[in-house]
């Protein structure tokens, strides 16, 4: 939800300062008691840092009690955020040392220890590169799938090399016990990284899928149908999976799509926009192509009998059309109010499909079109503050919010929906943009 990236972000700047500060008060160390504890900090902030980035390996894993009960979104900011926190706080542990005590430049010079110096030196580069091709891996035009490789493996070097470091550094780690700990922090950030690169894909080997038919959709769009060769993968309407389309589990081509076919349908769809190099190939897929999927994953999920109120845009109606289609084959008689954003009339994905439904639930349908014909008599323009004000019930209280679509669209929705007297608790937001 915005209001919690907004307070995420505020203590990112937080933290950046905290950590930052210490430089400034380190250059007053002239005095031994006071170089000294800044020495003492600095080893601090690199413990710290280490310690959050081998945790951030528990919570990309992909584990159903994990992954299953909170959001990909929520996990995935929570990632981010605490990575540009941990990097900081990595990053402050050499520049506290050296501006306390110029000496420690040795740990950097090959003739002093060359192992040491040149592992000091790849963490230094690795922690740059994760962190600036995370950010800014679209302008460095790098793919999804080689991304994903780098990181992974940036991301354990440094974990690696930092927890061998530390062993190092015997003045904190005499204790055997300390070391042993610290051995077993890297086998299970090891064995984590292993475990979804190699043991799971092997063991998702014998759950292949089998493409039944590829359907165009409007805007550009299409929905592939699945067959499991096995046994089917059950899931709750509004959750996601990672899809490999391939011979093989192993391939790097592994994306997440949310499952848009009813949660009671014998085969699985999903729908995707021809946005990228593996969306692209989604119209050239032929009947009996292998496709494995990993899941379900996600809380983006309605719960029993509350109502619900959708606010989407484009290609993010997905997730909300399983729901649909889910209560239409449970005939679900609860209110439903569905606000859809498009840029025009003709490129409404599910248009006619909304338009059964809107007839066989008790679903209100309101189209929102950016570029509307002459004729137009709906909502026009972009979601706004004001023009959800129109359609949220003044009962409430016994709704669900979920938000789904383009970032411009999510922000200005999720704190609308605040400004208007709708509670945190209620908003559920699924965010596509993941890197």
């Given at each position: 939800m915005h209001y919690t990236y907004r307070n995420g972000f505020l203590w990112l700047f937080i933290y950046a300062g905290l950590s930052l500060l210490p430089l400034l008060l380190a250059?007053?160390?002239?005095?031994?008691?006071?170089?000294q504890?800044?020495?003492?900090?600095?080893?601090?902030?690199?413990?710290?840092?280490?310690?959050?980035?081998?945790?951030?390996?528990?919570?990309?894993?992909?584990?159903?009690?994990?992954?299953?009960?909170?959001?990909?979104?929520?996990?995935?900011?929570?990632?981010?955020?605490?990575?540009?926190?941990?990097?900081?706080?990595?990053?402050?542990?050499?520049?506290?040392?050296?501006?306390?005590?110029?000496?420690?430049?040795?740990?950097f010079?090959?003739?002093?220890?060359?192992?040491?110096?040149?592992?000091?030196?790849?963490?230094?580069?690795?922690?740059?590169?994760?962190?600036?091709?995370?950010?800014?891996?679209?302008?460095?035009?790098?793919?999804?799938?080689?991304w994903r490789l780098i990181h992974g493996f940036l991301a354990l070097a440094i974990v690696f090399i930092?927890?061998?470091?530390?062993?190092?550094?015997?003045?904190?780690?005499?204790?055997?016990?300390?070391?042993?700990?610290?051995?077993?922090?890297?086998?299970?950030?090891?064995?984590?990284?292993?475990?979804?690169?190699?043991?799971r894909p092997y063991q998702n080997r014998k759950h292949a899928y089998k493409i039944v038919h590829v359907i165009e959709e409007r805007n550009d769009c299409y929905t592939i149908a699945l067959e499991a060769t096995g046994k089917k993968m059950n899931y709750v309407p509004g959750q996601y999976c990672w899809v490999t389309?391939?011979?093989?589990?192993?391939?790097?081509?592994?994306?997440?799509?949310?499952?848009?076919?009813?949660a009671l349908d014998p085969q699985i769809q999903l729908t995707a926009k021809v946005l990228g190099d593996f969306t692209a190939t989604w119209q050239d897929l032929k009947p009996g192509d292998t496709a494995y999927l990993e899941g379900p994953f996600g809380a983006f999920t309605p719960s029993a009998s509350a109502n619900l109120f959708f606010i989407m845009g484009g290609i993010g109606i997905?997730?909300?059309?399983?729901?649909?289609?889910?209560?239409?084959?449970?005939?679900?008689?609860?209110?439903?109010?569905?606000?859809?954003?498009?840029?025009?009339?003709?490129?409404?994905?599910?248009?006619?499909?909304?338009?059964?439904?809107s007839e066989t639930l008790n679903l209100r349908l309101i189209h929102v079109l950016e570029e509307p014909e002459d004729d137009w008599d709906g909502e026009e323009g972009f979601i706004s503050q004001e023009l959800l004000?129109?359609?949220?019930?003044?009962?409430?209280?016994?709704?669900?919010?979920f938000i789904c679509g383009p970032t411009?669209?999510?922000?200005?929705?999720?704190?609308?929906?605040?400004?208007l007297g709708i509670n945190w608790k209620q908003i559920y937001s699924e965010r596509f943009e993941m890197v």
């Open positions: 250059l007053t160390g002239s005095i031994p008691q006071v170089r504890f800044w020495i003492e900090l600095g080893v601090a902030f690199g413990f710290i840092g280490l310690g959050m980035m081998a945790v951030q390996f528990i919570f990309t894993g992909r584990f159903q009690k994990i992954a299953a009960v909170y959001s990909g979104d929520n996990v995935m900011q929570f990632h981010k955020q605490i990575g540009i926190i941990s990097f900081l706080f990595v990053l402050a542990h050499p520049i506290t040392l050296l501006l306390a005590d110029f000496s420690y430049i040795s740990y010079d090959p003739r002093v220890n060359f192992m040491r110096a040149i592992s000091l030196s790849i963490v230094t580069i690795s922690l740059f590169a994760i962190v600036g091709s995370s950010l800014w891996r679209q302008a460095m035009n790098l793919s999804y799938e080689n930092g927890l061998v470091h530390a062993i190092q550094v015997s003045h904190y780690m005499d204790p055997l016990w300390k070391k042993i700990i610290l051995a077993m922090i890297i086998c299970i950030c090891m064995y984590l990284v292993v475990h979804t690169r190699i043991i389309i391939n011979n093989t589990p192993f391939d790097l081509q592994q994306h997440p799509f949310s499952l848009c076919s009813s997905t997730p909300a059309m399983s729901m649909l289609r889910t209560l239409r084959d449970q005939k679900d008689e609860r209110e439903i109010v569905l606000i859809y954003a498009n840029s025009d009339w003709e490129n409404i994905t599910f248009r006619e499909e909304l338009d059964e439904l004000a129109r359609y949220i019930p003044k009962e409430h209280d016994n709704y669900m919010f411009p669209l999510m922000d200005i929705t999720e704190i609308s929906l605040h400004n």
